[in-house]
């Protein structure tokens, strides 16, 4: 799992270096999450947590990982700001902790009962107008 954090973590700096437009590098994250939510690994992860919710070291695992996750997240919505193209409605934590509680139910669901079946798409496109309201796009 650990891979998988490092790899995440190099796809999410690929895409700041990637666009000129942080918008742009969301958007290509949403896209990546339409196509890729719901493999198996992403089963096995989430089977690994639940079934070892008890256990203190698991949950200090899950924790790190996902404050790993907010502060890569947390970097591309501030480089946002920074670049003058968002203007945050809400402060940036808040905005990705929904970010990633949204995407990860996203993904669980999508992994359970299937694309289709959850409209992971409309959803998709509903958390991309969420994000362009609350980052303050025009």
Same mark, same amino acid.
């Given at each position: 799992?650990?891979?998988?954090?490092?790899?995440?973590?190099?796809?999410?700096?690929?895409?700041?270096?990637?666009?000129?437009?942080?918008?742009?590098? *969301?958007?290509?994250?949403?896209?990546?999450?339409?196509?890729?939510?719901?493999?198996?690994?992403?089963?096995?992860?989430?089977?690994?947590? *639940?079934?070892?919710?008890?256990?203190?070291?698991?949950?200090?695992?899950?924790?790190?990982?996902?404050?790993?996750?907010?502060?890569?997240?947390?970097?591309?919505?501030?480089?946002? *700001?920074?670049?003058?193209?968002?203007?945050?409605?809400?402060?940036?934590?808040? +905005?990705?902790?929904?970010?990633?509680?949204?995407?990860?139910?996203?993904?669980?669901?999508?992994?359970?009962?299937?694309?289709?079946?959850?409209?992971?798409?409309?959803? +998709?496109?509903?958390?991309?107008?969420?994000?362009?309201?609350?980052?303050?796009?025009?």
């Amino acid at each position: 799992m650990e891979e998988s954090n490092i790899e995440f973590e190099n796809f999410v700096n690929s895409l700041i270096k990637k666009h000129a437009s942080m918008w742009d590098a *969301v958007q290509d994250y949403l896209d990546a999450l339409t196509h890729e939510a719901g493999t198996p690994f992403s089963i096995a992860v989430y089977e690994y947590f *639940v079934t070892g919710w008890r256990n203190e070291e698991r949950k200090e695992y899950l924790k790190n990982r996902y404050l790993k996750g907010q502060t890569i997240f947390s970097r591309l919505f501030k480089e946002g *700001v920074r670049r003058g193209e968002f203007n945050p409605q809400q402060p940036i934590e808040a +905005i990705t902790r929904f970010f990633i509680n949204t995407t990860d139910g996203i993904a669980l669901e999508s992994a359970l009962l299937g694309h289709k079946t959850i409209g992971a798409a409309s959803q +998709i496109n509903s958390l991309s107008l969420y994000l362009r309201a609350v980052l303050g796009i025009q």
